[in-house]
């Protein structure tokens, strides 16, 4: 009977424990870790244009900024995207060597405010766009001549480039419409990001831990028994 009874409330026990672990909040690491303050993250601005000069016909792309982006220098650094809207059917507009030009602009980082200049980002976009459906205009980045920005410190600083992508196929409006592209950060001095367990993770945890002790008791009970 004292058996039965040990077990019985070795089960109400670890239900219990599991429940409780299962009633924490659920907070994404990325919550977390992803704010202004937490140490190691970039918050920056991308702002640019297309330029009007080597368009023949409607200029139908436009580029998509990108506002206090929060983000993680070790990894890939978005740097907005281009649009590309639909002509009227038998309309065509070309685009010889039209200049484009990015402003990469970091405000902080680990919260603490940066006040370096804007970095150039320089292309040109070549092609055609026929109708709503075709689009032939590929985007081509030049080499960035000056990308080193401090990181906060002097021990810590960054230096933008381009993947090895530079050269991307802009999607017509039948696609969706958006091409999207990124950077790279190189960086010294900057310690990798580490990421925080969810509190329901940690929980859970404690609730194993729980559970195994209280089964070590019951069965150390049994045997005095």
Known sequence: ????????GLRTAVVALG????????????TISQSPTADNILQYSVAGAVTSSGITGSNVISYVPVQNKL???????????????????GQ????????????????????????????????HLN?????PYQSSVQVTFDPISSGKFALG???????????????KLLVPSSAGG??????QITSTGITPHASVPEPSTIALFLSTIGGLGLRRYVQARRQRV
Not at 23 to 29: D, G, I, K, L
Not at 153 to 167: F, H, V
């Open 153 to 167: 410190s002097a021990s810590s600083n960054g230096s933008l480039s381009m993947l090895p992508d530079s050269q």
């Open 71 to 89: 983000i993680d220098p070790a990894s890939n650094i978005p740097l907005g995207s281009f649009q590309v809207a639909p002509l009227p059917t």
């Open 1 to 8: 009977m004292r058996m039965t009874r040990g077990w019985t």
């Open 92 to 123: 065509v507009t070309t685009y010889t060597n039209t200049p484009i030009s990015l402003s990469f602009v970091p405000t902080s980082f680990s919260g603490t405010a940066l006040n370096d200049t804007p970095i150039t980002v320089t292309g």
């Open 19 to 30: 429940l409780l672990a299962g009633s924490v909040p659920r907070v994404e690491a990325d």
């Open 178 to 183: 958006l091409t999207t592209f990124e950077g």
């Open 127 to 131: 092609g055609q766009v026929s109708g």
